[in-house]
């Protein structure tokens, strides 16, 4: 774990890095200058995609003994860094960071991945759910796993993975469905992990989406029942999408979470329920956004009092992010 530790300064120092310079640059020029901005800009966003790519194709290179640059299928790179800020409480220092980088390595083989990130339930979320208070995040350690996936002409894919999570070794089997039936759509994932000291950890993840006239109605949820926790974690939301015509959204969100991140005085779980506006747009191109969201949630631990937050986030894009 020590060299865990050590990736995770060298991964948090590259992001510190990367903000500094777009600080630096947009600190330089005129306001008034604007033009001279955009392309600068976009010079560094550049220089951070060829860094990113220069890494998966050294990563992929190992491979072979002849690397051929040329190949169409050749290494990618992509992934985001997303800088919040949480005030609630009182508490006006919250900050977090989440980051995750996926690199694409066909020549080890066309479905295989290297995947670093801080989020060890990144894949029990869908885009558009809420974590204002960071119900599943983590900071502590750093998660890298390898995965393997093949997909079906019916839509259905199946992930294997191995790797470090939650600072355990554990492995991973995961299918998905999908089922189109015209205004509604069916996501369903059901996965089994297996942990080296918690360890089984059976779940499923599900959406309904139905589309209305200009936007989208959905009801997801998520469970997962770790073998040395007493009960399933779970997540239960109902959503309003609202699409905007600048590559933003506004949604509506109303959730219930069972979490074991804060456990009582029994070893139990935590009920908690979330009420939240979510407003994402772009700062600049489709690589830069930020977000604000006001929220109220209710806590088990609190005897359910009303608790009123807010979330500022600034989320960068790399390489072709539309994959993730």
Same mark, same amino acid.
């Given at each position: 774990?020590?060299?865990?530790?050590?990736?995770? &300064?060298?991964?948090?120092?590259?992001?510190?890095?990367?903000?500094?310079?777009?600080?630096?640059?947009?600190?330089?020029?005129?306001?008034?200058?604007?033009?001279?901005?955009?392309?600068?800009?976009?010079?560094?966003?550049?220089?951070?995609?060829?860094?990113?790519? #220069?890494?998966?194709?050294?990563?992929?290179?190992?491979?072979?003994?002849?690397?051929?640059?040329?190949?169409?299928?050749?290494?990618?790179?992509?992934?985001?860094?997303?800088?919040?800020?949480?005030?609630?409480?009182?508490?006006?220092?919250?900050?977090?960071?989440?980051?995750?980088?996926?690199?694409?390595?066909?020549?080890? *083989?066309?479905?295989?991945?290297?995947?670093?990130?801080?989020?060890?339930?990144?894949?029990?979320?869908?885009?558009?759910?809420? #974590?204002?208070?960071?119900?599943?995040?983590?900071?502590?350690?750093?998660?890298?796993? &390898?995965?393997?996936?093949?997909?079906?002409?019916?839509?259905?894919?199946?992930?294997?993975?191995?790797?470090?999570?939650?600072?355990?070794?554990?492995?991973?089997?995961?299918?998905?469905?999908?089922?189109?039936?015209?205004?509604?759509?069916?996501?369903?994932?059901?996965?089994?992990?297996?942990? *080296?000291? *918690?360890?089984?950890?059976? /779940?499923?993840?599900?959406?309904?989406?139905?589309?209305?006239?200009?936007?989208?109605?959905?009801? *997801?949820?998520?469970?997962?029942?770790?073998?040395?926790?007493?009960?399933?974690?779970?997540?239960?939301?109902?959503?309003? &999408?609202?699409?905007?015509?600048?590559?933003?959204?506004?949604?509506? /969100?109303?959730?219930?979470?069972?979490?074991?991140?804060?456990?009582?005085?029994?070893?139990?779980?935590?009920?908690?329920?979330?009420?939240?506006?979510?407003?994402?747009?772009?700062?600049?191109?489709?690589?830069?956004?930020?977000?604000?969201?006001?929220?109220?949630?209710?806590?088990?631990?609190?005897?359910?009092?009303?608790?009123?937050?807010?979330?500022?986030?600034?989320?960068?894009?790399?390489?072709?992010?539309?994959?993730?």
């Amino acid at each position: 774990m020590h060299q865990l530790q050590k990736l995770k &300064i060298a991964v948090i120092a590259a992001c510190l890095l990367f903000t500094i310079t777009m600080s630096a640059i947009s600190q330089a020029q005129p306001k008034t200058d604007e033009k001279e901005l955009q392309p600068r800009i976009d010079i560094a966003q550049e220089n951070l995609n060829n860094v990113m790519q #220069d890494t998966a194709l050294w990563l992929d290179a190992l491979a072979t003994a002849e690397h051929k640059k040329e190949d169409p299928n050749n290494a990618s790179a992509f992934g985001y860094l997303q800088l919040s800020w949480r005030p609630h409480r009182g508490d006006l220092d919250e900050l977090a960071a989440k980051f995750k980088v996926h690199f694409h390595l066909p020549q080890w *083989s066309d479905r295989f991945a290297l995947i670093l990130d801080n989020d060890p339930e990144d894949e029990l979320q869908l885009d558009y759910e809420s #974590d204002p208070e960071g119900y599943y995040q983590t900071n502590d350690d750093i998660n890298i796993a &390898i995965q393997y996936f093949k997909a079906f002409p019916s839509g259905r894919r199946i992930k294997y993975r191995l790797g470090i999570s939650r600072g355990e070794l554990y492995s991973r089997a995961e299918t998905s469905f999908q089922w189109q039936h015209k205004r509604l759509s069916v996501n369903l994932a059901p996965r089994v992990d297996y942990f *080296s000291e *918690s360890g089984w950890g059976p /779940g499923i993840k599900g959406a309904f989406t139905y589309s209305l006239k200009s936007s989208l109605l959905s009801l *997801s949820a998520s469970l997962q029942k770790v073998e040395t926790e007493g009960k399933a974690r779970a997540k239960v939301g109902i959503y309003h &999408i609202k699409n905007l015509k600048s590559n933003g959204f506004i949604i509506n /969100g109303l959730e219930y979470n069972r979490d074991n991140k804060e456990l009582d005085l029994y070893n139990n779980h935590n009920d908690s329920f979330l009420a939240s506006l979510r407003y994402r747009n772009k700062i600049y191109k489709d690589w830069l956004h930020f977000e604000v969201e006001p929220y109220i949630s209710f806590k088990q631990q609190r005897d359910y009092k009303a608790e009123y937050g807010l979330n500022f986030s600034f989320i960068s894009y790399y390489g072709n992010h539309k994959k993730r």
